[in-house]
């Protein structure tokens, strides 16, 4: 049986459509990751009994999804099209991210052309009808005699680039009626005025194309005489004749090209990396204030003093801290962001993470680490989203050492990864299962209560317990994410609290296969360090063979052969010393 209601719309399910919809499961404008809709669904495939269904179940049938598109954005046939528009009252004039109308992303697609030419239709009668309804009658009017006439275009018939792209952006405007308006009055105005102008366009052009000509001529041959030839180097000048000159003139006679383009250069760069730093530091200041209430509700102190939430640590890296709570002694929030201000080494990480993944490619990431107080056992237990989670394990020691599990407590895009399956169950309350939500997974990485380090530990030491949580996350700077982020929180804040007052324990079963984990992962570093220790001595070994034979070349015939003598000397009494031992 289908229990996903996307898949399920697709198919025409009504069934499995409606058990999901009236179970109070899913509702008709459930959005997936992508922020599809079951109405987008039905809608695309032509299901328009299914697609009425859904809407008398409260949904919208101009609903959006991630990238903006309506369902009319995905109609496929020109008969569900009509019945949208004409019956379910779907909006064709609302504009998707990319600032389309259903009309033109359909048009830009090209596949169903007479779908295109119907919703482009309607936009056209309506803003005719409108307009010509509130035009003047013809006669006397104020004085003036108003008559209209309808005069077919000379040469094809076509109407020019120009003013098709101005009525294209007149029907596709806020408010068409208005705007058409005042194209006619302004083509009036225009019109009863053009014997002053005439001359003035042209003019003008020329004008423009006499001073662009000038600077693209200073750019190839620096300043040039009346005439269009090259003026006279500076470098030309005799002594006397520069020695005649004022300070002015032999200003005016240098070469300041690449002066200028450096000076316009560093601008530039400086506007870039400005932008960038700013860009950055919204994003930070937006995320902050939007979980400011919960901390705010939970700590003492939220920031790092004297007012300010955060430390700037660069253009790409910011701190904050929170702390003064019952059984969590501090939270460190770190971010880290694409390094905007320097757009060369932007493109370049973009462009190596294209192949190599030593180089990751810059996102911006936030890690909020929680480091309880309380006293609790030592334990592994996470949720991961399923986007990425290979990385996730592959970058996180502490992951590396936990065995994936899929339950039907986890929305469909989010795994558990723990050492023991008990701790997934103990830890997962019903605050923190209900604050999981399904579309979370495009910005939560992983939430984790960890004791081990991040990075792989080479020694044993490294390997000491400290407990914390650890909250990973592709900054979101969104309203309703950072309400949902808010809300995690908060769910995590009391998991702690309530292993802090033993409201949640674990079985000794389950803590013994943690401490046997501990001792193979010592045993493996132990293991690990007697190689090296091994390796570092047959170098050792190795190397003063080296430096004998070296020294050995570097004698005189006498000396080598009084060396060899010894050396089988040597040999000669540790040969005996074996005989008499094995005697």
Do not use: C
Request: aromatic share 10%; hydrophobic share 35%; proline share 3%.
């Amino acid at each position: 049986m289908v229990s996903n209601i996307w898949v399920a719309a697709a198919d025409n399910d009504r069934n499995v459509v409606k058990s999901l919809v009236e179970s109070g499961g899913m509702s008709p404008n459930s959005k997936d990751p992508n922020g599809y809709t079951p109405i987008h669904a039905a809608a695309s495939y032509g299901h328009l009994d299914l697609l009425r269904y859904l809407l008398g179940k409260g949904g919208d049938i101009n609903i959006q999804d991630n990238e903006g598109d309506t369902p009319l954005h995905h109609v496929e046939d020109l008969s569900t099209a009509r019945a949208m528009v004409e019956e379910l009252k779907a909006d064709y004039k609302i504009k998707n991210s990319e600032g389309q109308t259903a009309a033109q992303y359909i048009e830009e697609e090209g596949e169903f052309p007479e779908l295109a030419k119907y919703l482009r239709s309607l936009t056209h009668e309506e803003l005719t009808s409108s307009v010509l309804d509130n035009l003047p009658s013809p006669g006397n009017v104020d004085g003036h005699q108003i008559r209209y006439t309808m005069e077919a275009d000379q040469g094809d018939g076509e109407m020019d680039e120009e003013r098709r792209k101005k009525l294209e952006a007149i029907v596709n405007s806020e408010n068409p009626e208005e705007a058409l308006r005042e194209l006619v009055t302004s083509a009036v105005r225009d019109g009863l005025a053009q014997y002053k102008e005439n001359e003035e366009p042209e003019r003008s052009f020329n004008f423009v194309v006499v001073e662009m000509d000038a600077i693209v001529n200073y750019v190839k041959f620096g300043l040039l005489n009346a005439d269009g030839t090259p003026k006279k180097l500076y470098t030309a000048y005799t002594l006397d004749e520069l020695t005649s000159m004022s300070l002015l003139e032999r200003v005016k006679i240098a070469d300041w090209r690449m002066e200028i383009f450096t000076v316009a250069f560093t601008l530039l760069f400086i506007i870039v990396y400005k932008g960038g730093d700013l860009y950055n530091h919204s994003k930070v200041t937006k995320f902050l204030a939007g979980v400011k209430d919960v901390f705010d509700d939970n700590f003492y102190q939220f920031g790092v003093g004297d007012g300010k939430l955060y430390i700037k640590d660069s253009a790409e890296a910011y701190s904050s801290y929170a702390t003064g709570r019952e059984n969590i002694a501090k939270v460190n929030i770190t971010f880290r962001l694409a390094p905007r201000q320097n757009i060369f080494l932007w493109f370049m990480e973009s462009g190596f993470s294209f192949f190599t993944d030593s180089v990751p490619a810059p996102k911006d990431r936030a890690e909020i680490v929680i480091f309880p107080s309380a006293d609790y056992e030592n334990f592994i237990s996470a949720i991961v989203s399923k986007l990425g989670m290979s990385d996730y394990r592959k970058f996180n020691y502490f992951l590396a050492l936990t065995k994936t599990l899929d339950s039907e407590k986890l929305p469909e895009s989010f795994v558990f990864m723990s050492e023991v399956n008990d701790f997934n169950e103990k830890t997962f309350t019903e605050k923190l299962a209900s604050s999981i939500k399904l579309g979370m997974a495009s910005y939560v990485r992983y939430l984790a209560f960890t004791d081990q380090p991040n990075e792989r530990p080479e020694h044993v030491r490294n390997l000491l317990p400290r407990r914390r949580v650890v909250l990973s996350l592709n900054l979101p700077t969104g309203k309703e994410e950072l309400k949902e982020v808010s809300d995690l929180l908060g769910a995590v804040f009391d998991v702690i609290d309530q292993m802090a007052e033993k409201k949640i324990t674990f079985r000794p079963e389950a803590i013994k296969k943690i401490v046997k984990n501990r001792e193979q992962e010592i045993q493996k570093i132990e293991k690990a360090q007697e190689e090296l220790k091994k390796e570092e001595e047959a170098e050792e070994k190795a190397k003063l063979k080296r430096q004998q034979r070296e020294s050995f070349r570097n004698m005189s015939k006498d000396e080598q052969m009084k060396a060899e003598k010894r050396a089988q000397e040597r040999r000669q009494r540790k040969a005996m010393k074996k005989m008499k031992v094995r005697s």
